[in-house]
């Protein structure tokens, strides 16, 4: 089993200065970057193989302790083709974020393990279990219909299906911190959907399997700790004061 981790992203401001890195892949939680973390679990899951998406400091970081290293681009849609091609197709492929300082390799093993034959697939934590594991934390998740769900950073691509998802995944990168663009380019449908408040996570499956024909599924119920991804100063303060 293949796995590819994205770690090309950039922090400035009060969140480089806590970190004292301006990649926020290696920015330290704990004495370990965040990168590291990640390849571990990978690791422990079961992961035979992974490749590292990232520039010249994360190189010299993780270079000893991954199997391919793929140079990045400034563009970060760009960076998501080059992780979706960086191993052939002919396989199962692992997609994971560099930036969820409490993944643990159990976590990925058990939403690994659930994943149905042939699907791609995206690790779902539950809102309550999530604000359980994590109280107190800065706001995360989206409503969908009558509920609140977080969605996790790691996914699972089944064999042949990454030149798909690279068909569209450029528009869907840059939309990706926005539910309502998302759902725009599918159709006026679905935007009137999320809009009124009636797009749920089934119909999110079903628009999945529309555009890529390949079955889809947001895997509910997966550890909070796929789902808590750091982009800010105020996440990252969080993390380094609560286990």
């Keep these: ?63 000893t302790t991954i199997d391919r290293f793929v140079e990045e681009s400034p563009s970060g849609s760009e960076n998501l083709l080059r992780a979706l091609r960086a191993w052939p197709a002919d396989e199962r492929l692992i997609y994971a974020t560099s930036d969820l300082p409490y993944v643990t390799g159990g976590a990925v093993h058990d939403f690994l393990q659930r994943v149905g034959h042939g699907t791609l697939a995206v690790a ?35 064999q042949g299906a990454t030149e798909k998802l690279a068909s569209i995944a450029t528009r869907f990168f840059e939309a990706r911190k926005k539910p309502w663009r998302m759902a725009s380019l599918v159709g006026p449908a679905v935007l009137i959907r999320f809009l009124s ?10 628009m999945a399997l529309h555009v890529l024909q390949v079955p889809a599924q947001a895997l509910r119920g997966c550890a909070p700790e796929l789902a808590f991804d750091v982009d800010t100063a105020v996440e990252y303060r969080y993390v380094c004061s609560h286990d």
């Design 1 to 63: 089993m293949k796995a590819v981790i994205t770690a090309g992203g950039r922090i400035d401001g009060e969140f480089a200065e806590a970190a004292g890195t301006r990649v926020k892949a290696l920015a330290t939680v704990r004495g370990e970057t965040m990168l590291a973390r990640m390849v571990g679990a990978l690791r422990a899951a079961g992961v035979d193989e992974i490749a590292v998406v990232g520039g010249d400091e994360v190189r010299a970081a993780c270079s």
């Design 124 to 158: 779902l934590a539950e809102y309550p279990a999530f604000v359980t594991r994590f109280p107190d934390a800065p706001p995360f998740g989206i409503r969908l219909g009558r509920e609140r769900v977080v969605n996790g950073g790691i996914f699972s691509i089944p």
């Design 197 to 206: 408040g009636r797009l749920r996570v089934a119909d999110l499956e079903t």
